[in-house]
């Protein structure tokens, strides 16, 4: 046995003991209990989450037709999301037969990682290992766990791990008994000796003195018997040493893991069970039961303005999912930011899967954010990979949640239905979207989302606004204080417990305080996101180590990755301070804030200190990077900077339209420096004029005071008290694209002004002076008006609002609703062939055809879609003047000037009993 071991320069022989030195003495371990070890450590492997960070794991062998499982500690698993090379995927480097054949290449292999299950709270995760990789009879047998009580005397202890990358990087690992069993490809596999020190039942965790460094973190810890009693997650406690998990804490997740039942853990088992329980294992690690004990049920509404018509969003919903319900098969649900689309995408998720045994619907829910309008094509497929073919063979229908349409990577708007070929899957299958309102605006959505090209006259896009609260759904939310917060007081609050929870793990895990650490993640996740909205994105790719390449005076050139800055891994404080950033992995080497809502409201936190803080070029540089009314627009933003202008005072006293109405800004709770620094980046655009050098300069000073502007509009600021201060003072101003709705600008001189593209709805502009503005774009956001040629007699709306029938002389023209702005109306059609004009015109129920009345007596019906006249009935002696359709479609009656009422039947054009 002892030739076994011949070579190992931090070994020594007694017998049939072998002695391992370390600093604290020596140590013993019988050869028995040494080879018992060394078929242990055979499943022992080295994780790589970065290039510069190296943990540990350890093999679970495949269970009927599992994947293996590597367990290891929890926030190895986060690392591993966080490394913006590999992410989501870690590499394992593991040695899965050392006693392979002489002369055959080493069975060392390098195999991808992805996260089965995270357990924040136990620091414990599982990861599968890629099967594609995998050779199974070089995989080991399995670990035993120890099922008895672990306390202090176990005066034994064994860790084995891979400490850092090796001696070249770590040389504090050359102070570990090391290199025992041979070294792997992807560092030096050590052993450490010690003891229990202190191990409570009622914690999760016992206590052990092994010599333990970075990268330890995941390792097994052994009795000398060779069973696992722990998964080590940290170390360098002064006294205690490292913390581990107890064993049977493991052994309880992973059975948990690979239950319910053999029908699920079969190859051949019902895909349907499959994603069951993948969708079981996502709700538990993201906490959806917490969730949903503190969700208030949202109300919907069929406009975003109409209030009165408001009902249950999941009644809506259940309504849209009942089988009879055909006609409608993409539901758009739209909602401004912080309403709460995610999580009710959430929650309907858990409640399909809950229902599932009596609908027999498979609900399968998409991150768009994970996607760009180039993948978001084939969505479906990347989501659901080989289990598509199986689900589709399934027969069952399918509800697929696309969840943030507006959050894709650099925008777009995918056609998901066509691109993804839904209409190749099972009958009654059908998807909801969710959106911002403000995204699809100036958009033909129905056309993007419909499943076929649409038809006016049966549309199979239903669409819903979620509404707001209502004053007894706030009470839900509402304490025995009287303090009403705004939403940017809640994200405060919320951001604010975020951090020092981050802040807690990360002192626990190390065992040091670090000071101002809350202010180090707050800095780091403001900038971060301020660089995503200068640079127009919600997404951030980064690969480690890979600099950017760019053509340049005829040349390749490259520079840093410029994101480095937040993600490069080889600066252990920028690690740290990422840490505590709500941030995800999105895939790959992507990564994104955890919601939207999280990138505006730190971009207007740091827009808010550049008011309090800069200079004022600087202030003009961040206030000119974008405008926040140009698409994209990004209201949530401004709503931000409202809050703080005003302290919250308009909206916890809802004095907001007195506001507007008073004489002053005496009832406004300014913040009277703030103001006027606003007013001064106003000012400046004066100094930008287009034709003139600079042009960048010029951008940057329009942005800023069009921001500016806006901000102060929607605080209820008065302009007309302005202007009578400085009368001169909005003179030449340059606020292209800013939002002045009802904006107060009674006799305020605005000669040269540059208001193009700018929303002035209701602006009050009595007396102003608009000499020499440029007005081009300008939307007053006006109702329309629709020209005809001849007299109107009727108009009639088709019951969904979505068309129109408008009699105009002898001629009914046909018009169809362009979804997006108010008011928007294409012409589709006009039917003709009349020889006096029409009097009066009715749709069918189901809105295909149009019926008509006649000076001369004759009623018709016509298709509106082809124009062409199926049936003119004529039983009137004298003028036709008004006309109906029955609600089941099957009778028209028609009455006129020779005092009769004519009922039809519709098909056949014959007269019915009276």
Not at 67 to 72: A, D, G, M, Q
Not at 231 to 254: F, I, M, N, Q, W
Not at 440 to 464: C, G, R
Request: hydrophobic fraction near 35%.
């Amino acid at each position: 046995m002892a030739a076994q071991y011949a070579g190992k320069p931090v070994l020594r022989f007694d017998d049939n003991h072998i002695v391992l030195s370390r600093d604290a003495g020596m140590c013993f371990l019988t050869v028995e209990q040494l080879t018992r070890l060394q078929e242990c450590a055979k499943s022992v492997c080295c994780i790589e989450t970065t290039h510069a960070c190296i943990a540990t794991g350890f093999l679970l062998p495949s269970i009927n037709g599992w994947p293996p499982i590597v367990v290891t500690a929890g926030h190895v698993a986060e690392f591993s999301q966080l490394s913006a090379d590999l992410a989501p995927h870690s590499i394992v480097w593991a040695n899965f037969s050392p006693n392979h054949p002489p002369g055959c290449e080493t069975p060392q292999r390098k195999v991808k990682l992805s996260l089965a299950f995270r357990d924040v709270f136990t620091d414990l995760a599982f990861m599968y290992i890629d099967e594609s990789a995998v050779v199974h009879n070089l995989l080991p047998k399995g670990l035993k766990f120890y099922n008895s009580k672990v306390d202090t005397s176990f005066d034994r202890v064994v860790t084995i791990g891979f400490p850092g990358k090796g001696d070249g990087v770590n040389p504090a690992a050359a102070q570990m008994e090391k290199n025992i069993f041979g070294g792997h490809i992807g560092g030096t596999l050590c052993l450490s000796q010690g003891k229990v020190t202190e191990a409570l039942r009622q914690e999760k965790f016992f206590w052990h003195d092994s010599p333990t460094l970075p990268g330890s973190s995941g390792s097994p810890v052994f009795n000398t018997a060779g069973q696992v009693i722990g998964v080590h997650c940290t170390g360098g406690h002064p006294e205690k040493g490292g913390r581990a998990l107890y064993s049977d804490r493991v052994k309880t997740a992973y059975e948990h893991l690979l239950e319910p039942s053999a029908a699920l853990i079969s190859k051949t088992s019902n895909v349907a069970e499959e994603l069951h329980k993948a969708w079981e294992r996502h709700a538990l690690e993201i906490e959806l039961e917490q969730l949903e004990s503190l969700y208030v049920p949202p109300d919907c509404q069929p406009r975003k303005d109409n209030t009165a018509a408001r009902q249950p969003l999941r009644e809506t919903v259940d309504a849209f999912l009942k089988p009879e319900q055909k006609r409608q098969r993409v539901l758009l649900l739209q909602g401004d930011a912080g309403t709460g689309k995610t999580t009710l995408s959430l929650l309907l998720t858990n409640w399909l899967w809950q229902d599932f045994a009596s609908r027999k619907v498979v609900p399968i829910r998409i991150e768009m954010r994970s996607y760009n309008a180039t993948t978001a094509e084939i969505c479906v497929a990347d989501t659901l990979g080989d289990k598509a073919v199986k689900l589709k063979e399934l027969g069952l229908p399918v509800v697929f949640i696309f969840d943030g349409y507006d959050e894709l990577a650099g925008g777009g708007y995918p056609r998901l239905w066509q691109t993804n070929e839904l209409d190749e899957w099972p009958p009654g299958t059908k998807a909801i979207i969710t959106s911002r309102p403000e995204y699809l605006a100036d958009q033909d959505y129905e056309t993007l989302l419909s499943p076929t090209v649409p038809d006016p006259a049966a549309s199979q896009l239903e669409e819903w606004f979620v509404a707001p609260f209502t004053r007894e759904q706030s009470k839900q939310f509402e304490t025995v204080s009287t303090v009403r917060f705004t939403r940017g007081d809640l994200y405060h609050a919320f951001m604010d417990e975020w951090f020092r929870t981050e802040e807690r793990k990360l002192v626990e895990s190390t065992g040091q305080s670090i000071p101002q650490l809350k202010e180090t993640f707050t800095e780091f996740s403001q900038t971060l996101a301020f660089e995503m909205f200068k640079e127009k994105i919600n997404q951030v790719v980064y690969h480690q180590n890979v600099e950017r390449r760019h053509f340049r005076k005829g040349n390749f050139a490259t520079e840093p990755n410029p994101w480095g800055k937040w993600f490069s891994n080889s600066d252990p404080e920028v690690m740290r301070a990422r840490r505590g950033c709500p941030l995800r992995s999105l895939g790959g080497a992507t990564f994104g804030f955890v919601h939207q809502s999280f990138l505006e409201y730190f971009v207007a936190e740091e827009l808010w200190q550049a008011l309090q803080q800069r200079k004022d070029e600087e202030l003009a540089d961040a206030w000119g990077v974008r405008c926040l009314t140009k698409d994209p627009k990004m209201p949530a933003i401004i709503s931000y900077l409202v809050d703080k202008l005003l302290g919250g005072s308009i909206r916890k006293l809802g004095k907001e339209s007195s506001a507007r109405q008073s004489q002053d800004n005496s009832s406004l709770n300014f913040n009277v420096n703030i103001q006027e620094k606003l007013f001064w980046l106003i000012a400046s655009s004066k100094l930008a004029h287009p034709g003139e050098s600079g042009s960048k300069n010029l951008q940057s000073l329009q942005n800023a005071a069009s921001n500016a502007i806006t901000v102060l509009n929607k605080s209820c600021f008065q302009f007309t008290l302005k202007a009578r201060e400085n009368p001169t003072f909005f003179r030449g101003i340059q606020v292209p694209y800013a939002d002045l709705s009802m904006a107060q600008m009674w006799g305020v001189d605005l000669t040269q002004a540059d208001f193009s593209c700018c929303l002035l709805a209701s602006i009050k502009l009595s007396g102003a002076d608009l000499s020499g503005c440029n007005m081009a774009g300008v939307d007053f956001a006006q109702w329309p008006k629709l020209k005809f040629n001849n007299s109107v007699r009727t108009v009639v709306l088709r019951t969904d609002g979505k068309s129109m029938a408008v009699a105009a002389g002898a001629e009914v023209h046909v018009l169809s609703k362009i979804p997006g702005r108010v008011g928007n109306w294409r012409k589709d059609g006009v039917l003709r062939g009349y020889s006096y004009s029409v009097t009066s015109v009715a749709w069918s129920p189901d809105g295909s055809q149009i019926v008509s009345t006649s000076s001369d007596g004759t009623v018709g019906v016509c298709n509106a879609h082809t124009e062409q006249t199926s049936h003119v009935f004529q039983r009137h002696l004298h003028h036709a003047r008004c006309v109906a359709w029955s609600p089941d479609g099957r009778q028209i009656v028609s009455g006129g000037e020779d005092r009769e009422v004519q009922i039809w039947e519709a098909k056949t054009g014959t007269a019915g009993p009276v």
